[in-house]
């Protein structure tokens, strides 16, 4: 199955549509053009990759920009034969005092929704609070998805820089809230910082799943918790690896968090800018990772389980994969 639980909209813009959008707002053409702009050519650090990513955010200054782009990426995905998109992002990024946080998200939402209902495969929206922003404007970001959940956004997650940010306490009211709405709540933790950052984003903030967790392997004892506690870790391979997280993709700790009973699941996180996206990372797992078919079942079950998903839509994913009638 292709469940795609780690997404960034930002990073799954079309070059193409890159160039129009760019065209109509007016925006300088980079040197090299957009494909260059956004591609990561070579592996860096987090604070680089999210600059890179950053390249993208002049695009994202018109509503009617945020909904193509959205749609986009679920008429991508689904031709790509995923089974579920869930894409995430950070809309205080994109608000101004033209653009409240509620229409930015609402854009987001409604292009996914119309390619949703056009290609009749599943997407939910996660909205992000970013690290670098201040606690009354996540508290905003959390208010205004809160108010749209059930209406397209079906998430709450902490993003942005790690290695500049590494404290979660300052957005523990944020996530209350979002909670209390009834979303679901995962977090980027472990990703630049240390295996501890990934239980106090479930302990601090109540996630029930962590982005990235590339570190929990480094620590034996949060490597135990992790399996204890259930914790799901979205892992991303191929961006471990451009943001510096792990010196390469064949040394990723996927293997050593499966042994150790670490329920996981997969994204892609930013495809457009690193050139892999989720059919290439199942690929990882198989042909670099040693992935066994018992353990991608595993991840396939624990993707359908762990995903932010209605019931109905759930029972519906549980019943292609046990039709094999899922991407493979
Ligand atoms: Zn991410």
Known sequence: MLVDLHSHLEGRVRPETAEDLARAAGVAVPVGGWAAALRLDAPTDLTGYLVKVAASYPLFQRLDAIERIAREAVEDAAAAGFDY???????????DAERTLAEVIRAAAAGMRTASRATGMPSGLVVAALRHHDEELNLAVARAAAALAGDGVVGFDLAGDELLFPRVEPYREAFRLASAA???????????AGASAAREAVELLGATRIGHGAHIADDPETLAWAADSGVVVEVCPTSNHYTGAIAAVSEHPAPVMCDAGV?????DDNPVQTGADLAHERRVLTEVLGWTPDALAALDRDSIDAAFLTDGERHELLARLAGGTGSP
């Open 182 to 192: 009834g979303l679901g709540l995962t977090c980027h933790a472990a990703e630049a």
């Open 85 to 95: 998109l869930e894409l995430r992002f950070g809309p205080a990024t994109h608000a």
């Open 263 to 267: 329920r996981l699941v997969l994204g």
